[in-house]
């Protein structure tokens, strides 16, 4: 068995319970909190609310792009 010098308990439990392999998988680092990753009704209502109206607005832009687009190539037309 072997029994490395840094944490030696805690590699010895890894060894014991994923075998060598285990010695592969990262374990560095803080562990992530039990958060919950939820958001309250009420924001997720707004942040909904506000992606709708994002995308009307973005729609509305890409259509007027558009008109603009078409007029100028009127123009330009007219001038030959």
Not at 34 to 48: A, F, G, Q, Y
Not at 65 to 80: I, M, P, S, T
């Amino acid at each position: 068995m072997i029994i490395l010098k840094s944490h030696p308990i805690n590699k010895q439990r890894i060894y014991l319970t994923e075998g060598p392999e285990g010695f592969a998988i990262e374990r560095r680092g803080r562990h992530s909190t039990n958060r919950s990753k939820e958001l309250p009704k009420k924001v997720e209502e707004d942040l909904l609310a506000e992606v709708q109206r994002l995308r009307a607005e973005n729609e509305y832009l890409k259509n007027l792009q558009a008109l603009v687009l078409e007029d100028e190539r009127r123009q330009h037309k007219k001038r030959r």
